[in-house]
């Protein structure tokens, strides 16, 4: 099993920024690609930023300039710098990587809880 814990939400002042964090742990051969969705209230969760265990990362369209994910293969850790916030970036902040393990020797998908982040107007 993997476990994926954020951290790093809060609300701030647009033109704020924020970096979230993502942790995993738990039992698993390895992590491939790691990333980060948001949903806000009332929307489909959406695609915001994506890295593979080789460093290579695409974000959306809506967020390109302005957020950077990393991530830290030693920690298995990724984070996603948050620049310049508008409010219509408020919603929930989920990571989620695709790991192998026992159960899944093909990789499977793993979700965290999610991280609030609000950005005032």
């Known amino acids: 099993q993997v476990q994926l814990v954020e951290s790093g939400g809060g609300l701030v002042q647009a033109g704020g920024s924020l970096r979230l964090s993502c942790a995993a742990s738990?039992?698993?051969?390895?992590?491939?690609?790691m990333g980060w969705y948001r949903q806000a209230p009332g929307k489909q969760r959406e695609f915001v930023a994506r890295?593979?265990?080789?460093?290579?990362?695409n974000q959306a369209d809506s967020v390109k300039g302005r957020f950077t994910i990393s991530r830290d293969n030693a920690k298995r850790t990724v984070y996603l710098q948050m620049n310049s916030l508008k409010p219509e970036d408020t919603a929930v902040y989920y990571c989620?990587?695709?790991?192998?393990?026992?159960?899944?020797?093909?990789?499977?998908?793993?979700w965290g809880s999610g991280t609030q982040v609000t950005v005032s107007s």
């Open positions: 738990g039992s698993f051969f390895s992590i491939n690609d």
């Open positions: 989620n990587a695709n790991a192998v393990t026992m159960e899944n020797l093909r990789g499977g998908m793993y």
């Open positions: 890295i593979t265990n080789g460093g290579n990362a």
